[in-house]
């Protein structure tokens, strides 16, 4: 299942917000392109989105939860990554 959290998190004057899955990177590399989004945009274990991409995103069938909920749903599925190990840079 494809979870997406609340668009609260603010960078660059945008409020984001974290897409992840699950199940797996798969299933989350998949959704991520059916919404146009490049999977060098890949943070490690979730992809960070705008509140408008938010909002296609559940449109498209995401799930939303809050934040807490995306945390326990990566670690249960063995797809937490700590927050260092993310490529390159780190949007919220």
Known sequence: MI???DAI???RGRLWAHLVSD???IE???FAARLGIPQRAFQ???YDITDELRDCAIAEG???VDSR??????RAAGLRKHPT?????HQP
């Not at 190990?85 to 840079?89: L, M, P």
């Open 9 to 11: 998190w603010p960078w």
């Open 3 to 5: 979870l997406v959290d």
């Open 44 to 46: 490690g274990d979730h």
């Open 62 to 64: 995401a799930v939303a």
């Open 28 to 30: 989350l590399h998949d």
């Open 23 to 25: 199940t797996s990177t």
């Open 69 to 74: 909920t995306v945390v326990r749903a990566l």
């Open 85 to 89: 190990a993310s490529r390159g840079h």
